[in-house]
């Protein structure tokens, strides 16, 4: 059967209903959303005038639930107008339109004899052959097929979305016996493509995989902290980026979920899971039960683990909770030697050694949890997965750490910890050793480019399935390095197709990142057909290299800050105008001079997670690097007779002025940063291979060179009128300083061409050269370098 999904119900439009609908929005489906009837009207509906047969009524609760989602931060939506796609209804009165729709998903409370009932309804209304799934965290998947037609089995199984589930990737597929094989294969390839989910198939036990480990990780970090005498501020400190988590650590990202949650959740596989080795790790401590019965549940209720306060000079303040007398004090500087060993390595797989070979408290404490939790995983298999790599792609994607337990336990050697495992008390399960003594000594290993990992029942390396489709770099790297320097490389990808990647902190754009990209052109030009610029890093570009900028003009070394300048708009242009395709493949943060590169590339293939913008502002300046050029160049080609062109020209002119930035790819097409012959791609995992693929496409179909423009309309004083007085309104309305009205007079100069007297056409060197003017000028300005010391000092933006 050829299987097409167009339209998706969701049943249930609580936190996770709601935005799992408005994922499915954001990848262009028809939703429908129901909900309840409620069970009596409101006084603020009956002062209306409303019965109980009115619409608004009777679809309150889903109209309430999904107005909330859409107004939430983080937004649920790519963009806000794909909340149009989303139809609202009820369980009464909708319940039979889902016969029209090809993939049911009930994510109402949980409760099993709800859900039964949920479903016993949808059985009377769906179609043969419709996809149902059930969005459970805990509830045994096979319980709810009691009662159910052979066909609704058939096509019936477990879909656990991760909140919020437009940005955590994790999606877990829980089939049943009765599934049909070809639902679940379905499911896994849908999600993976479509939804850009990484996919993991579990198997039916409590809690699944991701929670079922995750769960037990922060309470094996609970235990240690306890058997150690530690306190929240410094478990936070231990747990957080240095080992490549959340910045939320432990205990905050507690008070974000809710304590509540993690107590439903750790009690379920309390008594859920007798015969479990750990199952007393997940019996909470009296102090959890204490704080559950004070209400203290984290956000939700205002303190939790910590608590927002205001001091006596009326400034915010945050306390922590001190868990032996459960008071809330001042939080504390927390400083241990083994997290100072870390500061200079980069990688967070380059730290554990260090760590759990520190020689103090922290030393103790990452030793503890971590043999504990690599034990544990060990001891999972094969009751939660039969493969190794599941475990790793479920809580990298669904808690959000950077490596999985086996990859954590690979980066400080399997066969040297077992030893300090088994004296620390946490002997890992009989098939490690077995492992080990056919030789094999990681759980992973690359071989010609491609990452595999160690088959349990076999007792070899299989290539992990569905990853056929990506490109990851550093699989790679071994045997595709044509060029390198400190911080670009360049990539052979195969098929005439070149990669630069960026590997600098933040990916930041200094003179090696500069001379990379002129490299890889050239490279390109000489013997190859096409040139991708992407990494697989946490972030494209973070933007020009501050520092360096910052140090010249303290130095007051003009003539430095201009040739640097210059060579980096001549870079941009070189990427424009090269006889061969150049994709730029962006993701996550692409900033300043990261969107400048991206702005100049013939086609970009981005990231639907892509946060893209000019934001020189903040420090001060203008973009330099030729996105200023750029934008009044797009206004020009896309100008419309009479009062359009100031439209136009102004809504860029605030674009960059407000140093905004796109919230999504869709959004970077409203700015007119991306293109419409730009792609998104949902799955970041397959952006760079798609922009091999378009570079292969543009190459195919006869790609010339462009000519250098020299048509781009700009408006000269008319513009300039319209744009001083309204940069004059709002600094006498006190809504801007001095300073940012310099800067906007600078960006409003450039954008209209300069002193020219009437409307007419220029160059792009002619826009290039008063951008760089524009530029030197403002690195001149003391509030300019205030600005600027203030990001390299405390990372935070000054208003002067």
Known sequence: MNRTIKKVAVLGSGIMGSRIACHFANIGLEVLLLDIVPRELSEAEKAKGLNEQHPAFRNRIVTEAFQSAVKSNPAPLYHSSFASRISLGNFDDNMKDIKDYDWVIEVVVENLDIKKKVFEQVEKHRKPGTLITSNTSGIPIHLMLEGRSDDFQNHFCGTHFFNPPRYLKLLEIIPTPKTDQSVVDFLMHYGDVFLGKTMVLCKDTPAFIANRVGIYAILKVVDSMRKLDLNIDEIDKLTGPVIGRPKSATFRTSDVVGLDTLVKVANGLYQGLPKDEACDTFKLPEVIAKMEENKWLGDKTGQGFYKKTKNAKGETEIL?????????????????????????????????????????????????????????????????????????????????????????????????????????????????????????????????????????????????????????????????????????????????????????????????????????????????????IANNGTNFSAGANLALVFMYA????????????????????????????????????????????????????????????????????????????????????????????????????????????????????????????????????????????????????GYTKPVHRKDIKVQGKGGMALFLAGVNGMRMGNYISDHDKKIAEKIAYVMCGGDLSYPQTVSEQYLLDLEREAFLSLTGEKKTLERIQAILQGGKPLRN
């Open 554 to 701: 303290i130095e007051q070394e003009y003539d430095e800050v201009d040739f640097m300048i210059r060579q980096f708009q001549n870079t941009t242009m070189r990427a424009r105008y090269s006889s061969v395709p150049v994709v730029v493949a962006p993701h996550a943060l692409t900033l300043g001079g990261g969107c400048e590169l991206t702005l100049h590339a013939d086609r970009v293939v981005a990231a639907a997670e892509t946060y893209i913008g000019l934001v020189e502002v903040g420090v001060g300046l203008i973009p330099g690097g030729g996105g200023t050029k750029e934008f009044a160049l797009r206004v020009s080609d896309g100008l419309e007779t009479g009062d359009v062109e100031y439209n136009a020209l102004q809504n860029a002119f605030m674009n960059i002025a407000t140093a905004k930035v796109a919230t999504s790819a869709h959004e970077a097409r409203d700015m007119n940063i991306l293109r419409k012959s730009d792609l998104i791609v949902v799955n970041n995992d397959r952006r760079i291979a798609e922009a091999k693929a378009e570079a292969i496409r543009l190459a195919d179909a």
């Open 320 to 532: 922590t909770l001190d868990l032996k007398t459960l008071e809330y004090k001042e939080k504390q500087k927390v400083k241990f030697p083994t997290l100072e060993l870390t500061k200079t390595i980069d990688r967070v797989k380059d730290r554990f050694k260090v760590l759990l070979g520190g020689k103090d408290k922290a030393g103790e404490f990452y030793r503890d949890s971590f043999y504990g939790l690599f034990q544990y995983v060990s001891n999972r298999i094969p009751e939660i997965s039969d493969d190794l790599y599941k475990i790793d792609d479920a809580l990298r994607t669904g808690f959000g750490w950077e490596l999985g337990p086996f990859e954590t336990w690979d980066s400080v050697s399997v066969k040297d910890s077992v030893a300090k495992m088994e004296a620390a008390g946490y002997k890992p399960n009989q098939w490690v050793y077995d492992m080990l003594a056919t030789g094999a000594e990681s759980f992973y290993k690359v071989e010609n480019g491609v990452r595999k990992y160690y088959d349990i029942p076999s007792k070899g390396y299989k290539a992990i399935p569905g990853t056929e489709g990506f490109i990851i770099l550093d699989n790679i790297r071994k045997n595709s390095v044509v060029w390198k320097n400190a911080g670009a490389t360049v990539h052979d990808l195969g098929d005439g197709i070149l990669n630069l990647e960026f590997h600098t902190k933040m990916n930041t754009m200094g003179s090696e990142v500069v001379e990379g990209i002129n490299k890889a052109v050239a490279l390109a030009e000489e013997n190859y057909r096409g040139l991708v």
